[in-house]
């Protein structure tokens, strides 16, 4: 094919001047193996239309109305077949078809013999008498993928599709999702996915008063961070764990969960990764994943982004809850190391390194190896596991450091005539925190109300116990219990 690139495509000269690539279009019969073009990111975009939303694709079409050049148009049907590796995980070819009409000032190119499938010869002959002459070169402009356009395109949308709300393809998504999670289930979930309510049988061997344990949460502008980066197989994570830490600290083990995604817009890789992470988080802390809600809500959210919510239930055996009622002066608080903001901050912590310190994700952190985005997109630590460990009756109180941070949340689990007095220098507070407080002029105090200052778990042992629980629980001590009125004093 002289004039073309190796990829199939060649620049040409369109009506507003501007020149674009172009891409072989074949008679329907031809082979178009010899024009395959694999667009990595891209769409291709008949007139304002886009056709497919997924990569990579094989283009092959039918001019049967002609080519009028005093219009410049090709007037005709178009096939397209689009590999749906993330939606459907195979290798799998769906064939959709366009009415549209294509404006183009490309030159005429005839095809030879040489591009014409052996077969087609053999099965259409009457396509041999015209061949070349019926093969004609569509231009056709190529922008920025938008991965969130309907894989079933039609000439038309469907009016709910054309009001934001994409019906098809959010059920085309929920069908993709079974394999990974079916993987958090256990012989306790029954019925299928997609019902309408997520099934789970209530048996709780070897508990003699078992109590459900219930929260919901979501991770705040955590997720600005995601959008930024375009990475979104993490906060699904951050998601399940700051949900199930929640009911740890009562002692709780998790036993399923249920989440929410509201969006502008369904976009099927985000999608996707979104609840991978969930699914791998579940899947983790032992809890199944067993039902969610998808809401395309265009007139409340920006362009690309999504809020993220979930619930959780777990059960613990009311002898066994974990309170703080036995907390009394004398005992000693521990703290459990955090990996960086966790869920809890961002808010402020954006303002600071992006508007104040004008650092962008991809800025490398000062005095770090890490780049501000890695270092905000820090998955939010499972503590569960961890304080199951610790024997029965040892643990008084846990508390866990999200929003509130230590002054606010020591004091959910405190007797009213206890204090916890929290020694600031004992531990070292990470980076993170120091250069949001330098930068920000945040004062010392409210910064332990915002974030959680390198402790995401506190408990509160008898003196007799700190030594094992220290061990058990991999933490360090930074207070202790004094009378007050159920408030927590730093000390600096």
């Known amino acids: 094919m002289p004039g073309f690139a190796k990829d199939g495509g060649k620049n040409v000269k369109l009506k507003d001047g501007k020149e674009k690539n172009i891409i072989p279009v074949s008679n329907a019969g031809y082979n178009p193996c010899g024009w395959r073009a694999w667009l990595n990111n891209t769409t291709i975009?008949?007139?304002?239309?886009?056709v497919f939303d997924q990569d990579p694709p094989v283009v092959a079409g039918s001019f049967e109305n002609g080519y009028d050049e005093s219009l410049a148009t090709i007037k005709g049907r178009f096939l397209v077949r689009s590999v749906e590796?993330?939606?459907?995980?195979?290798?799998?070819?769906?064939?959709f078809e366009l009415a549209s009409t294509i404006s183009s000032d490309a030159q005429r190119i005839r095809g030879s013999r040489d591009w014409r499938s052996p077969q087609h010869t053999r099965e259409r002959p009457e396509a041999d008498a015209n061949g070349s002459e019926r093969i004609k070169s569509l231009a056709v402009s190529l922008k920025n993928r938008d991965v969130s356009t309907p894989l079933d395109m039609t000439k038309t949308k469907k009016a709910y599709a054309r009001a934001g709300v994409d019906v098809d393809l959010a059920n085309r998504l929920k069908r993709g999702i079974g394999a990974f999670v079916r993987q958090t289930h256990r012989r306790q979930v029954v019925g299928k996915i997609g019902g309408f309510g997520g099934l789970f049988r209530a048996t709780f061997p070897g508990m003699r008063d078992p109590v459900l344990v219930a929260s919901v949460d979501g991770v705040g502008t955590k997720v600005k961070i995601a959008f930024a980066l375009n990475k979104h197989d993490t906060i699904g994570a951050d998601l399940v764990n700051h949900c199930v830490d929640d009911i740890a600290v009562l002692g709780a083990r998790p036993l399923f969960f249920l989440d929410y995604i509201g969006c502008e817009k369904l976009d099927p890789r985000v999608f996707d990764q979104l609840l991978r992470g969930l699914a791998r988080a579940c899947r983790a802390a032992k809890c199944a994943l067993i039902g969610g809600e998808t809401a395309q809500l265009g007139d409340m959210y920006r362009k690309g982004e999504y809020d993220l919510a979930g619930c959780i239930v777990g059960v613990v055996d009311r002898t066994k809850i974990i309170d703080g009622r036995k907390i009394k002066p004398g005992d000693v608080v521990l703290g459990l190391a955090s990996n960086g903001l966790h869920t809890n901050g961002y808010s402020l912590a954006r303002k600071i390194l992006f508007q104040k310190m004008r650092l962008k994700p991809s800025s490398p952190l000062p005095g770090s190896t890490i780049t501000v985005g890695e270092?905000?997109?820090?998955?939010?630590?499972?503590?569960?596991p961890l304080l199951a460990k610790v024997p029965s009756g040892v643990t008084k109180g846990f508390a866990h450091i999200t929003g509130g941070g230590l002054i606010d949340n020591l004091p959910r689990i405190l007797p009213s005539n206890c204090d916890a007095v929290i020694e600031t220098k004992s531990w070292r507070v990470p980076s993170i925190f120091?250069?949001?407080?330098?930068?920000?002029?945040?004062?010392?105090?409210?910064?332990?109300?915002?974030?959680?200052?390198?402790?995401g778990m506190v408990a509160i042992v008898a003196e007799q116990n700190a030594r094992s629980a220290v061990s058990i629980l991999r933490a360090q001590r930074i207070g202790r219990i004094e009378p007050g009125s159920g408030t927590t004093v730093l000390k600096f």
């Open 375 to 384: 270092e905000l997109l820090r998955v939010h630590k499972n503590y569960q």
């Open 85 to 95: 590796k993330e939606i459907l995980n195979a290798d799998v070819i769906r064939w």
């Open 434 to 455: 120091q250069i949001l407080q330098k930068n920000g002029s945040v004062d010392a105090q409210e910064m332990y109300q915002v974030f959680n200052m390198g402790i």
């Open 45 to 50: 975009t008949l007139g304002l239309q886009n």
